[in-house]
């Protein structure tokens, strides 16, 4: 009789186990122990704090005035100070580098702080660049690689970004432990790195149900030095809006819209964007230097 139920009661522990791990009936949505919130720094640093994990985007901490010249006549200036400094950032498990080429997305404090002995998922280029640190790892467009932090395993899947012509730079799908599942697609984070609008990235609808989607903005603008008009290398607000509209995702954050000299797009020009739009009731606007809750 004893060792019966013993049996009866490992296979009920199984059973119940099993299911648990397979993905649910549509409209249910089995991952509402995920929380997110992210602590802004400035531009697109930001730590992205999800469950107990912690990702650290696009690394800057340079001070208000610091000029970085790329040539062709680009100076960038940046504009306001940094929220936060690198002795203020709590541990981090991994940093997002959209790319490792422009000193707005990785400044040489950043560079200093962040990246030997760290876990840094960047552009293949980009982790051709910063060899030989070992933890550095490479994201190809729409390839997915496993990524263990807190003793578990995320998969991170690459988002194509086109940005400066001949450069390389990537976004990123987080999907965690327990994220569960909504109307049978799997619930994910998007952080779009730094890009103009993309029509193929409107196929991440079909992939993912995307909780959130941090949108890199600005309306940046590059002259390329061949006598045209300088050309946009990040998105406006109107772009935002439509891109936003094609993801499906239920909430849209804005990072990486000021202050510099080289976004030509005001905050408040993004408001009327957002509004005209029909997507401002959508909107998280984050505070640089305090930890905003996302969901
Ligand atoms: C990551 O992908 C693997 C392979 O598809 C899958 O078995 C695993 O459940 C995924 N994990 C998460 C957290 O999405
Ligand atoms: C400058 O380069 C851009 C991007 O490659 C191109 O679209 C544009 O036509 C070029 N302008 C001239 C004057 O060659
Ligand atoms: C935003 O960019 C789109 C092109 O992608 C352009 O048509 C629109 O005029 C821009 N909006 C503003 C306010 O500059």
């Known amino acids: 009789m004893r060792t019966f139920l013993i049996i009866y009661i490992a296979t009920f522990v199984d059973w ?3 299911a648990a791990t397979l993905p649910r009936d549509k409209k249910t949505c089995n991952g509402p122990s995920t929380s997110f919130s992210i602590s802004h720094i400035i531009t697109a640093a930001a730590v992205f704090h999800i469950n107990d994990i912690n990702f650290l985007t696009d690394p800057f901490f340079s001070p208000a005035g610091t000029a970085f010249d790329v040539g062709n ?4 200036t940046v504009l306001g100070d940094p929220a936060m400094q690198p002795d203020q950032i709590p541990p981090i498990d991994a940093v997002l580098l959209s790319h490792e080429d422009h000193p707005d ?7 200093a702080h962040f990246l030997d002995g760290r876990k840094v998922l960047t552009t293949p280029d980009g982790a051709n660049n910063l060899r030989p640190r070992p933890g550095v790892a490479a994201l190809q467009p729409w390839e997915t690689v496993p990524l263990h932090v807190g003793g578990e395993t995320w998969n991170i899947t690459g988002t194509p970004c086109e940005h400066l012509p001949g450069g390389e730079v990537v976004g990123f799908v987080l999907r965690g432990p327990g994220f569960g599942y909504t109307d049978g697609l799997p619930n994910a984070i998007w952080y779009t790195g730094d890009t103009i609008y993309l029509k193929e990235l409107a196929q991440l609808r079909d992939m993912y149900h995307l909780r959130a989607a941090v949108f890199n903005m600005g309306d940046a603008h590059a002259d390329l030095g061949n006598g045209s008009a300088p050309i946009k290398v990040t998105m406006n607000g109107t772009d935002v809006a439509r891109m936003f509209k094609d993801v499906g995702a239920d909430i849209l ?4 819209y000021s202050p510099w000299s080289h976004f030509w797009e005001s905050v408040e020009q993004v408001k009327r964007d957002f509004e005209e739009a029909g997507v401002a009731d959508k909107v998280i606007w984050l505070t640089p230097g305090q930890r905003t809750r996302i969901f």
Request: proline share 11%; no cysteine; charged share 10%.
């Open 16 to 18: 119940t186990l099993g």
């Open 73 to 76: 006549g680009n100076v960038l």
């Open 105 to 111: 997305n990785l400044d040489p404090i950043g560079r």
């Open 253 to 256: 954050v804005p990072m990486h």
